[in-house]
């Protein structure tokens, strides 16, 4: 079993930074693929990035050039540096653990979630 622990999340101002922190522990997979989803008050959860265990990347286009998606192997870490941040981008943020970017995963793993709240 695998287990997703989100830190970092708050309340920022626009145009203000916030570093989102996942801890992964557990038995995992050498091969995996991470990323961050957000869902918004009434919306969908969405895809912010993900990154492959040979730090292949993908960002949806809202969030290109403001946010990077990075992972420490050694420390089954995945991580979220989010600049110039928009009350947009507002949400639940979910740290996501599964076998691989593309096609139905093997194994899906989801962390509780942490809250990003963009205001003045």
């Known amino acids: 079993q695998v287990q997703l622990v989100e830190s970092g999340g708050g309340l920022v101002q626009p145009g203000g930074s916030l570093r989102l922190s996942c801890a992964a522990s557990?038995?995992?997979?050498?091969?995996?693929?991470m990323g961050w989803y957000r869902q918004a008050s009434g919306k969908e959860r969405e895809l912010v990035a993900h990154i492959t265990s040979a730090f292949i990347t993908k960002y949806s286009e809202s969030v290109k050039g403001r946010f990077t998606i990075s992972r420490d192997n050694a420390k089954n870490t995945l991580y979220l540096q989010m600049n110039s941040l928009k009350p947009e981008d507002t949400a639940v943020y979910y740290c996501?653990?599964?076998?691989?970017?593309?096609?139905?995963?093997?194994?899906?793993?989801w962390g509780q979630g942490t809250q990003v709240t963009v205001s003045s």
């Open positions: 557990g038995s995992i997979s050498s091969r995996n693929c």
């Open positions: 996501n653990l599964r076998s691989g970017p593309i096609g139905p995963p093997l194994y899906d793993y």
